[in-house]
């Protein structure tokens, strides 16, 4: 039985393309009301998640409902009360920027009237109400992504999938759509963010899901994600020649040693005396938390060697 606080429920969703498995057997659920970070590596599953989850694939195995309708048998209703926006614009280029807003509402049944009140509130919102008149191939890339957004929002949903928005835009335009994500979800909807960025994820999304290789490694709040490296600190040192420090699952970075530990005052003694044994000097050193990104990686195992120094959770 599906509970109504919960927007999204996934449970053993699968889908393979040949014999390659894109995303196996994950099951997670989304709260309405808040932002959900999807995140994970290139080719992880990710937007093959959003095409099921959004009626455009189906999947092979597993079960998913959207707003309580299941996502192959109540496709169109599911549908009706989500706004998405997909990885690959999805706007006709040599229509304008007004008629795809206009004729994205006339699918959805809104009244002309009330679509064109909605449309330019929207265009305006977004600053692109000036190219209202363009053709869509015309527009920049961010311009575009705005435009996405806006015939995303033209409904009024409820849910919102978005894949990517901000991806390769500049601070400006990243900024504009990360302000109105956290607007909507102060409005009570809720959002599901598909992102590379941490730092986005980070301040944005109250739970994470993290995904690799088809299949959910985590779903935790940000904070908790950074607990799971036990309170490790990170200590990155740099010495006057390019030397590997001689540690268990130390990782260059630049001229720089990292090294994580949960005993940063022991490992500084072993890094001075490291460097005295080696007639080395010690250029910089400097003790922070991992970030975000740091347990992003260490989560989806792209550096394996340095798992050995790090607090399993
Ligand atoms: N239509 C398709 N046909 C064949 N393989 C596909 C198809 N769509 C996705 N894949 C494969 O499924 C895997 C997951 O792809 P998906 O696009 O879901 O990844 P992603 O997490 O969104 O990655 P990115 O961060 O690069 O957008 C990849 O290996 C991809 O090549
Ligand atoms: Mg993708």
Not at 92 to 119: F, H, K, M, Q
Not at 124 to 133: C, H, L, N, P, Q
Not at 151 to 168: N, V
Request: aromatic share 6%; hydrophobic share 40%; with cysteine.
């Amino acid at each position: 039985m599906i509970k109504l606080s919960e927007a999204v429920v996934v449970k053993d969703l699968e889908k393979s393309f040949d014999s390659f498995k894109a995303v196996d057997r994950i099951s997670f659920t989304v709260h309405k009301g808040e932002i959900f970070g999807f995140l994970g590596p290139n080719g992880a599953g990710k937007t093959t998640t959003v095409r099921m989850l959004t009626g455009v694939i189906k999947p092979d195995g597993g079960k998913a409902s959207v707003l309580g309708f299941d996502v192959v048998t109540d496709t169109l209703k599911a549908r009706d009360r989500i706004g998405v926006v997909p990885e690959a614009a999805n706007a006709y280029p040599d229509l304008s920027v007004w008629s795809n807003l206009t004729l994205i509402a006339a699918l959805y049944g809104i009244p002309r009237r009330e679509a064109d009140t909605r449309a330019k509130e929207l265009l305006v919102e977004f600053g692109i109400y000036g190219k209202r008149a363009n053709k869509v191939k015309t527009l920049s890339k961010g311009m575009k992504q705005r435009l996405m957004l806006a015939m995303a929002l033209i409904s009024d949903p409820e849910l919102l999938f978005l894949d990517e928005p901000t991806s390769g835009l500049d601070v400006m335009s990243a900024r504009l759509i990360r302000e109105k994500i956290g607007e909507l979800s102060k409005e009570g909807k809720t959002v599901f963010l598909t992102s590379h960025n941490m730092e986005e994820v980070e301040q944005l999304c109250r739970r994470v899901g993290v995904i690799n290789h088809g299949k959910i490694v985590t779903v935790d709040t940000p904070a908790r994600l950074r607990q799971r490296l036990g309170g490790s600190i990170a200590v990155d040192v740099e010495f006057n020649k390019n030397v590997k420090l001689d540690y268990t699952g130390v990782k260059q970075i630049g001229d720089k040693n990292r090294v994580y530990t949960t005993e940063p005052h022991n490992t500084i003694c072993e890094i001075v005396e490291f460097a005295q044994r080696n007639g080395l000097k010690i250029v910089s050193l400097n003790i922070h938390s991992p970030s975000l990104e740091d347990i992003f990686l260490w989560l989806t195992g792209h550096e394996q060697s340095d798992q050995s120094s790090v607090t399993q959770p």
